[in-house]
């Protein structure tokens, strides 16, 4: 027995060494100075997102669980606490790009005590609840590692140079398979997560919603499709548009998805490998609900609910198993692709609590369930999650005009 | 026959007097400067509804159906166009205020003469289209009597002289009934328009969902309860409140309902009766989503769906046939009480299309469907909507922050 | 002895009256509404310029000289006071317009109750003190009375229909003499108010000032020069405008003077008499500082200071007797023209105190002092200036970018 | 002669190389990430300063001098661009803060370039042109120079860490010598640049004034008499305001300087060197206009017009030749002290151009003109001002709510 909870330990250190290692990687092709910039509120400096996630660890787990705990530094504590008002202060959300000290190196120490002092942590309790926690941590740091691939992506953005994260040009797609509409019969379908392996709470409980017949699309909205969209009018059109998202583009003079560019030689699109010319195989990104709205109005479809989204892929046995580089690819597979791994997929589901939803007690429960309101329910995952991160009951959710994410479209239709 | 044409045609059009002459008898105690100033953007004068609801009839009956037809006034169609693109121009929403000509007499020609034409026109074509516009009109200018008793409270609010609508004293209630929980079996309903009498567009089509075991307050949440949240600290604590209604305490100093004042002789409460003591049986109104999500959580309940709230209503028979004055009432009755006729109820439902959801075509599709985003939707009635208007399947949706409609708070929680 | 006074106050009552009455006219040709309505924060309903001036004399002369005084309205003390911070609480600037309690007809009340006890009050006590507060009372009256010409002028145009305030085409001027230049020597000049009849604070003291050499246009610039101005590409070259004013035309996207617009029969202008056909004659207004200061540069001229002004008027003897409609007048003479009764002049003089300059103490000494910083003084008078209000020594002034009073350019030269 | 010309072309050289190594001098006590973070849309980076600076010296002398020019990036010459609307685009002001790439690195070989590049062109050409174009550039480096240290000081007090730009106490000083006023008579005076050495354009031309008798305080106001305003509830008393004050005070709700902080152990100063307790003998500094004048309200004195000040401070033979640190330091001497080298002294004058005053033809020509509006005029200089570089004919220029600049009060009263 103990040599299994030994194991069990050993195997969770190992994950957590793989993820804690991983976020200072994804840094390394940045300098300080990148490192350091917040290109709007909505965005997180990379070193301020390296903290965070250590002290999600430090608060969370060594303040409540270490014997004689001392801060690694007292101002931390207010520093790089992002939203939980059960901590305490916060600091100012729209300043974290001033915090040039700490430095970047007194961060990276700031992750190499946290990790220690988790080792050692562990090596004296590998019990449920600490493992757990550790669980939550990693699965956490993991979401900051896509938030910090497309806030980097935000900042280089708004670079008039356009640095590439990687300078490598991205392989333009063979031809684009025809769109295909899949039909699900409705029912009684079962939604949530079902026990097994890691999940967040706001997957459960799980719980049966009504769901009429329905169809999906094969694979996710292309560039090209996209662009028959906007030169059709699509942006010009009132008639297309929820009425906010109308004033949404309005007000903000919008005429494409956020990284396009249209130039003399025609369009091409910032990404993380710089500006590329735009393939029209590979998926349309970087779009609101507002304009995957407007989109599927046009396209005479709509967006699928989260819960014929979740039944879908459960039906069909899909796992997030797929291989990513930093853009959506072209799909070149047939039946329903796309699931995960390119883009999030706009649903027409406000994020609500399943019924019965409880957050856990104190701080930690602000996690997820503060935040059920004038949001929209992505599901599936991009190429900037991490393998593995997500599933079919993932549950993401953003403002309808949110953009900076890597946000597609899946089409779904009424039988 | 014809002769039941007629007599149908007879009816519609007492009703269709009935309704025009209540828009302009709620007019009646207030001056033409009253008449004509706006509170706030989402407010507009009330010279603006009576207006506005006339333009509804001239643009989507007189235009398309009248022969030879002419507008009242040219300029008029761009003026009193609230929200249509499909029509065209239309006037800046804050501004409405600024618009002293037409004069108030004017408004009142305008309203006379598209009475005398469409009156004309229905003798002329009594048919099902032209019945069916006529209907929803009318429908529409009910919403608007609504509007103008909130509009006008908001306004008469801002004047430091706080004057009143209704110059007379609401009667204080007696003892308020004890709070009551009445338990509903879940399983698989039907909600939506069962296809008998008026409905509007959004209330169709009718579908099944499926709905767990719940149980319903038998009352709102009157004065006395609110306040006793209050003084718990509720407006202090983070830890009861979405994370947006938190920022928008914080953002707006906010402490209390909108029309509560705390003088040194206690709580009084702005009503269109003008400045009243606190009624601590009365219904507390004037909530914004932010506040009755908040209540419902400090008393370890939550807000109903609008699946709950209508097959609730739908299986005890409710219909909106509540006798009102102009401020809700105290509850003297048992079982499930108060559906209609005090306060509309927020529901934790964001507004959304029906499965099927189809909008009309054209310019009148615009009525509700482009509507149906980061809303929450409101079911029952309040004191300021007509008799007879609302059903069980009747949807009001505002955003979260909204708080001068007669909004309030119906309990509910999960068996 | 006695006498005397009694025929002193008579005169001085006779010119109360005729002040107050005037006041009153002014709203005749405006119904009920458009004297409640504000159209900006910087703009006051007519009513309640009609309001605060009584409020200016119960304040400032019964409140403190009538034996036993009693408030007319208690609330009023707060609702008509404009920025006096020794009298207490201020209505909020922007929320004028939601006054529509107490009605026109009780502010008129208001205004005749207020005479009646300044002329019963005058009857007692005919003093100096008294005598003075009365003449500041009419003279701040008249400042009001432009005001409400300016502001309801400034309603009117926000309005669609465009409803002109008179009824009554506005003739075509003749030919349009020259410019030309009026030379004046430089040296030390005494500016300020020489102590004869009535002056503001700001006037005072009289001082001496160096001024080199100058010439002075002979009349103020027509819509024909800025128009030439306007087609030679003026809101479109930096280089013609201040830093602060080019940020100004970028943000606003401005063209052409406030009331101006361009229409497929060409330029027209909105006016008191509704909208015009734009005459070349006449006097360019409504312009901000800004635009006056670009039109000099782009005229190689520049703004007068304002002793340059005070200096030319005072040599030149003028003095402000010019008849005036409600529009400036296009010049017909010789010599230097349009001084007075046209358009205000900016001058490129920052308001500052005069050297030695000491207000009033107590709250009426708040009435021009606490205004000098960030504005620029305006010279001469306007079409709305009532008849004799204005002198050589008079100074106006307004933000640089106000646009919405009779604003034009007098141009000057260094010689 | 060639020899001369050669020995100034040194000498010039020679300068040119100290003030150019004093800038990356200043930048030594700060990292990378510091040097690259902007505090707010008035305050610039670090970095930005370096690159400005030798921008223009590319633009403004290489561009138009250099045989076969070609730019050191094509991209810098707008990313650069600060302000000058004759050379082209500019990068948004509030978004330098964003443009991590050039690294400070790049930055720095920039700078390198440009400095071979210009000692290479001086070489060639030392004439009159080109060298009055560098002894420009290099007054510019030095006015960059004080705004790199106060916003570098801006950005390190957003930081709750409050980090030290230099970590060494401040000594506290001895006693605070009374106040003393010294008198100076009136009469025609002369301002401006007399012809002697270096001046801007805005010095131009000399020219005559009238001044009435005055007297000014022989030193700037402490702390410690700052203290006093406070504590007589300056900051709560409206009749010290001017309105537009007022109002800022109000709607920022201030209470102190802007670097000052009330704590459990009494008053302590945020300054270069860190956090410090108040020390009540030092120069109260980084005040507003608006503080400026309530304060001098306060001691029953007023600001200096800047007529005043040049000429008492060249009729006492006063030049910038005091030693400085960080911070304003305390007065030892006697008569008039401290006009130069500790806080830059609020005029009442608010900022126009002379009467002739002419700018340069060209981009150059937006130097100091176009900002001749809504600001008002600093005189003297401060600590952070280069030694040598401020004269008694020097305008320093801010808008009245400004407070990031080491400014402060020098009292003067009419005789």
């Known amino acids: ?136 941590g990693l699965q956490h740091e993991q979401q900051h590692q896509e938030l910090l691939l497309t806030d980097v992506k935000h900042l280089l953005a708004m670079n008039p140079l356009l640095p590439a994260y990687r300078d490598e040009a991205l392989p333009h797609a063979r031809q684009l398979p025809p769109l295909e509409w899949l039909a699900f019969e409705g029912g009684i379908v079962e939604i949530g997560h079902d026990g097994g392996g890691f999940a967040f709470d706001n997957e459960s409980p799980r719980h049966r919603q009504f769901v009429e017949p329905f169809a999906l699309a094969s694979r996710l909205v292309a560039n090209g499709d996209y662009l028959a969209f906007i030169e059709d009018g699509g942006y010009r059109d009132a008639a297309l548009w929820l009425s906010e998202g109308w004033d949404w583009v309005g007000v903000n003079g919008l005429q494409h998805p956020l990284y396009w560019r249209q130039g003399e030689e025609g369009w091409s699109e910032f990404t993380l490998h710089g500006l590329q010319p735009l393939d029209a195989a590979r998926p349309v990104t970087h779009l609101s609900y507002f304009e995957a709205d407007a989109y599927a109005r046009w396209a005479d479809a709509r967006l699928p609910t989260e819960a014929e989204w979740e039944h879908a892929a459960r039906s069909l046995n899909m796992a997030d198993d797929v291989p990513r580089g930093l853009h959506p690819n072209a799909t070149s597979g047939s039946g329903i692709t796309q699931l995960f791994g390119d883009c999030w997929q706009w649903t027409s589901s406000s994020y609500a609590p399943y019924p019965g939803f409880a957050p856990a007690a104190g701080a930690i429960g602000e996690y997820n369930g503060k935040f059920m309101c004038n949001q929209y329910v992505l599901r599936g995952s991009s190429c900037a999650t991490p393998a593995g991160h997500a599933r079919a009951s993932y549950r993401n959710f953003f403002p309808s005009s949110a953009r900076w994410q890597f946000s597609g479209i899946r089409l779904a239709r009424s039988c």
Chains 1, 2, 3, 4 share one sequence.
């Open 1 to 136: 027995m103990a040599e299994l909870i030994e194991r069990v330990g050993t195997r969770l250190l190992d994950d957590f060494y793989a993820v804690r290692r991983r976020s200072v990687g994804l840094a390394e092709p940045l300098s300080e100075e990148d490192c350091c910039a917040q290109s709007m509120p909505d965005a997180s400096p990379v070193k301020w997102h390296l903290a965070h996630t250590s002290w999600f660890f430090e608060t969370f787990i060594l303040e409540r669980h270490e014997p004689d705990f001392r801060p690694h530094h007292p101002a931390f504590r207010m520093l790089f606490n992002s939203y939980y008002n059960g901590i305490g202060d916060k600091h100012v959300r729209a300043q974290r790009g001033l915090i040039t000290r700490p430095s970047f190196d007194e961060v990276l120490a700031y992750r190499h005590a946290v990790d220690e002092r988790i080792a050692a942590l562990l090596e004296r309790d590998s019990g449920a609840e600490i493992g757990a926690l550790i669980r939550l």
